[in-house]
């Protein structure tokens, strides 16, 4: 068995996918990585095949039609021979001082008698253009140096979440609960983070810069015009978040208190993206999103209405305004967005 399986989802990354395998590499045996060719149509395929040939028993190509990011990162979990399991978009990369830490804490776990579930670390925004990159670190609300439980943990403040550039499950958690991505779906990643969390009991956060997350082009899924074009999807996944949990059922306190906010982030950044686009028909599913959490949860409606969120509905006049622009700046801590 691998210590580390890194999934990379990729679907015409022939641009980005070197460099992306390529810090991934001094993992050694330790690592098996992973490149789903989501049905790639430039030289995505064969600079996989190329790697796999090249580093047998480390590289792995598994290529499959076209899914959508939640596939490509279904079929990693299904193909993971490793303990433990991380994504790594193909358009990102990692630190080298920072993986070999990781990959140290990961084996003193993998030969200790004490189980973890879920590694937390810091990630960059590789900002195309931006000389001083924002780092999202965790310090102020983790413990350090030791393996802790959601009740050991502190405030998690509006805009700071552990998000999947952060995290590295253990695989078997990943199985346990089931989880199973949409296809075709963009911005699965909340819901890779946000399912799995009622199953994890033991976390360790290590205060380093690893994951560099790429940001800045203008077709990327994060971009804001992008984002708006493809808000069904959003909308889909916020859904999805609604119907996962009855949150009010969680029994430990912190872990409810964080998924409920994480929650309420992501209705944030559906309904400021559905405003923001100024159109008819999106301020329409606005109402109809706000009508679905009301039916399927009225207590949580009431609940998401008493904080930033609720303001947010009531975008006439200028208080309006101001209060979406102060959700969407949120939004923006969250995801980036160029």
Known sequence: MKLLTIAIPSYNSEDYLEKCVKSLLPGGEDVEILIVDDGSKDMTPEIA????????????????ENGGHGAAVNTGIKNATGLFFKVVDSDDWVDLESYRAILEKLREFA?????????ISNFVYEKQGVKHKRVMRYTSMLPQDKLFGWEDTKHFRKGLYILMHSVIYRTKLLRDCELELPRHTFYVDNLFIYQPLPYVKNMYYLNVDFYRYFIGREDQSVNEKVMISRIDQQIKVNKIMVDAYDLWKIPNRKLRKYMFNYLEIITVISTVMLIRSGTKENLEKKRELWGYIKQQDLRLFHHLRKGIMGRTMNLPGRSGRKISIAAYKISQKVVGFN
């Open 49 to 64: 095949d190329a790697f796999e040939k090249k580093y047998p028993g480390i590289v792995r190509a598994i290529h499959q």
């Open 111 to 119: 030969g200790g008698s004490e189980t973890l579930d879920m590694l």
